[in-house]
Nanobody
């Protein structure tokens, strides 16, 4: 699998902002969906945001709409999750994921499982506002 490297996690106060970045070397970045999931302690993993490189269409779970922004940087082979107005309930380990197909629905994590060597999940980074 193509390795994904997350960065940007750390301590931030409620109401503050934080950006997470996910870098992937050697990615073609065409026809791929890039997403962010999170998993809080004792809870199931949930989809947060996704962006499809074929159209730059972005998708968000209702709880983060208007506060989080997903974007991609082709020059850096990376994509980012900008998180504003953080709430205590945003505390979780955040995972980046890429799949070589149009974006599955965010509420079906099972549809994001790797189907080939180009699909990958990051190791996770902790966001504790």
């Amino acid at each position: 699998q193509v390795p994904l490297a997350e960065s940007g996690g750390g301590s931030v106060q409620a109401g503050g902002s934080l950006s997470l970045s996910c870098a992937a070397s050697g990615y073609p970045y065409r026809g791929y969906c890039m997403g962010w999931f999170r998993q809080a302690s004792g809870k199931d993993r949930e989809g947060v945001a996704a962006i499809y490189t074929g159209s730059d269409s972005a998708y968000y779970v209702d709880s983060v709409k208007g506060r989080f922004t997903i974007s991609r940087d082709n020059a850096k082979n990376s994509f980012e999750l900008r998180m504003d107005s953080l709430k205590p309930e945003d505390t979780a380990t955040y995972y980046c994921v890429t799949v070589s197909r149009p974006c599955p629905r965010l509420n079906t994590p099972e549809d994001w499982q790797p189907l080939n060597y180009l699909d990958a999940w990051g190791q996770g980074t902790l966001v504790p506002p």
